[in-house]
């Protein structure tokens, strides 16, 4: 997909852009009993939920959202001295040229001082990807300069198998709807138990999304996972972060 001004164009009215700010909610490796990374999620100024926010983004401004989202994301990690690694979510369909949409992030980055090997890039599973060839040359580009790509919400919406064997992503994220009762259901387990062992043939990451009882870590546990990120650990936290005391104190009690 070339260049085109229209779209350099789109990209420079960020000035137009509705308001909206970031939470923080960290990935646990409950093995290790450590933060592993912390995922930047959209929010609206109030605190509003991400779906208040994305109801803005339109195909006028969507170039400069997908842009200002990610130079607000590393801005605020940086600020806040996030160690380890930044999940932030793009849409591949908001990036016309890779080499060209990514010199903010590389900017950013550097002015802040953040590692570009600690960026993670997730494609949302809600994200229907119109050109394959496309998104295979963001995510060259972007292992170019050391950035990792997840799936979002795997097993959900266009999150599946075959966009596994199309992306070759260095993550997949399991979706709650997979994970939410796996304790007390041997099929959720079984199939949560294969994608682990699928991920470790493949050497990809697995994590998962939506862990809200201590049960459930215990099950996920056992199949050989071992990321985790849901409420049980902490909810997303607005312009801050959790603090790890109280993030990993479900593995201290059980």
């Known amino acids: 997909m070339p260049p085109s001004a229209a779209n350099c164009a789109a990209c420079r009215t960020e000035a137009s852009l509705f308001p909206f700010t970031m939470a923080f909610q960290p990935v646990v490796d409950v093995v290790a009993g450590r933060i592993v990374a912390h995922e ?7 605190g509003e939920g ?3 926010v994305l109801d803005q983004v339109t195909d006028l401004n969507r170039y400069a959202f997908d842009q200002a989202c990610r130079v607000r994301a590393i801005e605020m990690a940086a600020a806040l001295g996030v160690d380890c ?4 979510n ?5 990036v016309y040229e890779p080499r060209a949409c990514i010199r903010r992030t590389l900017d950013t980055a550097r002015r802040t001082g ?3 090997n600690r960026l993670t890039f997730e494609i949302v599973e809600s994200e229907h990807i119109a050109d394959l060839d496309h998104t295979r040359s963001i995510i060259e580009e972007y292992r170019r300069h050391g950035f990792k790509i997840a799936l ?4 959900t919406g266009y999150s599946g198998l075959s966009r596994l064997a199309e992306l070759r992503p260095d993550v997949i994220k399991l ?8 304790d007390r259901d041997r099929v959720r387990l079984a199939i949560i138990a294969a994608l682990v062992g699928l991920g470790a043939e493949l050497d990809i990451e697995v994590v998962a999304e939506g862990v809200e009882q201590p049960g459930e870590v215990v099950a996920l546990r056992d199949t050989g996972l071992r990321f985790m990120q849901g409420f049980l650990f902490a909810r997303p936290v607005l312009e801050g972060l959790a603090k790890p005391e109280d993030v990993l104190a479900p593995l201290r009690h059980g």
Not at 175 to 182: F, I, P, Y
């Open 90 to 94: 793009f849409l591949p369909n908001a």
């Open 85 to 88: 690694g930044l999940n932030i």
């Open 152 to 155: 979002d919400d795997f097993a």
């Open 114 to 116: 953040f590692p570009l």
């Open 50 to 52: 991400a779906g208040h």
């Open 40 to 46: 930047a999620l959209v929010r609206g100024p109030a």
């Open 175 to 182: 979706d709650r709807a997979l994970v939410q009762g796996c």
